[in-house]
């Protein structure tokens, strides 16, 4: 062996992919990634300003069981032979999402959540 594999670091701002606001942070590339740092003047907002609840027009779902559909009066189920059983969220811009509240309906409840990400629409 000549030659070991290495990585690159990618500056995300000076490329002109990293999703800061320009109007109030400036992006400041890191090893592996950025942060956006609040311009002076500013300070962060970790919380929402006006919380909501999502509307169901922003979420999508893997199947759903007949009378069990988001916008129904009781709850959204997964199809028994859906294996993926994804609700997933969709956002126009970036949000933060401070809660996430599941209820227990006729004994049933979820037993494990796994949350992701992507930055691409569809995923």
Same mark, same amino acid.
């Given at each position: %062996?000549?030659?070991?594999?290495? +990585?690159?670091?990618?500056?995300?701002?000076?490329?002109?992919?990293?999703? +800061?606001? &320009?109007?109030?942070?400036?992006?400041? $590339?890191?090893?592996? @990634? !950025?942060?956006? $740092?609040?311009?002076? @003047?500013?300070?962060?907002?970790?919380?929402? /300003? $006006? /919380?909501?609840? %999502?509307?169901?027009?922003?979420?999508?779902?893997?199947?759903? %069981?007949? @009378?069990?559909?988001?916008?129904?009066?009781?709850?959204?189920?997964? &199809?028994?032979?859906?294996?993926?059983?994804? %609700?997933?969220?969709?956002?126009?811009?970036?949000?933060?999402?401070?809660?996430?509240?599941?209820?227990?309906? $006729?004994? @049933?409840?979820?037993?494990?959540?796994?949350?992701? !990400?992507?930055?691409?629409?569809?995923?």
């Amino acid at each position: %062996l000549s030659r070991v594999s290495s +990585c690159i670091d990618v500056d995300e701002c000076a490329a002109g992919v990293a999703k +800061c606001d &320009s109007a109030s942070t400036k992006c400041m $590339n890191r090893a592996g @990634g !950025y942060t956006c $740092n609040c311009l002076q @003047g500013f300070q962060p907002e970790l919380a929402c /300003p $006006n /919380p909501s609840s %999502l509307s169901t027009t922003r979420i999508s779902v893997s199947s759903k %069981l007949p @009378g069990q559909q988001l916008s129904s009066a009781s709850s959204w189920c997964a &199809s028994p032979d859906d294996d993926d059983r994804l %609700l997933r969220l969709h956002f126009a811009a970036p949000t933060v999402v401070e809660k996430l509240h599941f209820e227990r309906e $006729n004994g @049933g409840f979820p037993t494990e959540i796994a949350i992701a !990400y992507s930055s691409v629409d569809g995923m």
